[in-house]
């Protein structure tokens, strides 16, 4: 009787094991995924500032360049603490978003609050899949039991949700407005 509990038990034990690495195995492909798209938004953010109009949306977009880049260096911190090297790997909805926000930008005219409130939703847009994905990252982190990494991808977390409410208090206060009356 002994002998089947501690039996069924080591199964029950190299189970949880085997569950472990699969799910550590898809925290670690995830956080490979956000780190290809935070450094392709290193890259498209210049555009996305130089394409708008408002000053306010120009600033408010360098600014959050200036945090991504810090949003690089967070993973690779986040990489560190699990003992791996940061690695990259190509993000399909990040790329097929930005796309969006350059087609938008094609679509629209220079100079006009129009293609800002364009802007806008592309960015926001990208706010909300980082969110998404640092939300779900942080919880999962803190499930592997590995909580440097979990206070890491919180503090981005906030960071996004800040940049996602500028953007939507820009659009309320004056962007849209102007590209309605334009
Ligand atoms: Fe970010």
């Known amino acids: 009787m002994e002998k089947t509990t501690k ?20 925290f670690h492909d995830e956080l490979k995924d956000i780190y290809w798209a935070e450094k392709h938004l290193v890259k498209t953010l210049p555009k996305m500032a130089k394409a708008a109009t408002a ?8 600014d959050h360049l200036e945090v991504t880049k810090g949003h690089v260096t ?23 978003i930005t796309k969006e926000g350059e087609s938008i930008i094609e679509d629209t005219e220079d100079g ?7 802007i806008i939703l592309a960015c926001q847009k990208v706010e909300h899949y980082e969110i998404a994905t640092y939300g779900g990252l942080a919880q999962l982190a803190k499930t592997l039991g590995y909580e440097d990494a979990a206070g890491i991808l919180t503090k981005t977390l906030a960071e996004e949700k800040e940049a996602d409410k500028g953007l939507t208090e820009l659009a309320e206060n004056t962007v849209n407005e102007q590209a309605h009356a334009e």
């Open 74 to 96: 967070r993973l690779e911190q986040v990489f560190e603490s699990l003992n791996q090297k940061p690695q990259a790997k190509k993000c399909e909805a990040m790329e097929g």
């Open 7 to 26: 039996r069924s038990n080591k199964a029950t034990m190299s189970k949880t094991h085997e569950n472990d690495s699969r799910l550590e195995e898809f």
């Open 55 to 62: 000053q306010d949306l120009k600033t408010a977009i360098t």
């Open 112 to 118: 006009t609050s129009t293609r800002d409130v364009g």
